[in-house]
């Protein structure tokens, strides 16, 4: 897509529209166009530019067949994420954030392992044999696991990398992505630090049409 209509459209989108100019962090003052009305507006120039360098990244994770996880658990983001992720059979958290996701996945991989096993045992009609409530009790830990774990059961290593709306809410998994060198893909408003995001995206992180259009671009980039 040519620079001009990416910016057109983010600019559509109210791709533009930061915080207040209080609650601005200082990494982000370069990508700041001009404030209005005391909200910053941020310069969807630089930003066009930071979708197509993202893009780029994840297109050629993806022709590596590298596996990407998406990170969206806030309520006003959740549902796209979990869709665009769906729609190409990648894996996601929407949710909470898991402690220890990245730092400590072998012992995440033994949750969905064993909510691959009961999801299993259930779909074999396995679990008839139980009491009611033993019954009972696994469908409640069949339900937390899919909860929690549902999104990334079929994740069998570390993955590669993951892509970010809010890394200041997704503080814990940008956290652990930095500990272990896992590069971060991330949508950030005016509020985020981006020093140490390898692919930061400065737009607007909260409104529906935003992180739709942004999180679609990053989408079509991992499509095969």
Known sequence: MPESTLIQALFERGAQYGYSKTKRHPSIAPFIFTSKNRGDIIDLEQTAVQV????KFLKELAAAGKVVVFVGTKPEVRD???????????????????????????????????LL?????????????????????????????????GGIAQVKKTPDAIFVVDPLYEHIAVAEAISIDIPIIALANTDCDIRELD??????????????????TMRDALKK
């Open 52 to 55: 197509e360098s993202a893009q």
């Open 80 to 114: 796209t994420m979990r869709a665009a992720a769906n729609s190409i059979n990648a894996p996601f958290v929407d949710n909470r954030w898991i402690g220890g996701t990245l730092t400590n996945f072998s012992e995440i991989k033994k949750r969905t392992e064993r």
């Open 117 to 149: 096993d009961l999801e299993y045992r259930r779909e074999h009609n396995e679990l008839i044999y139980k009491t009611k409530k033993e019954r009972l009790m696994l469908e409640r830990e069949i339900i937390r696991l899919q909860k929690n774990f």
């Open 199 to 216: 692919y930061p995206i400065v737009a607007n992180d909260s409104t529906r049409p935003s992180v739709e259009y942004i999180v679609s």
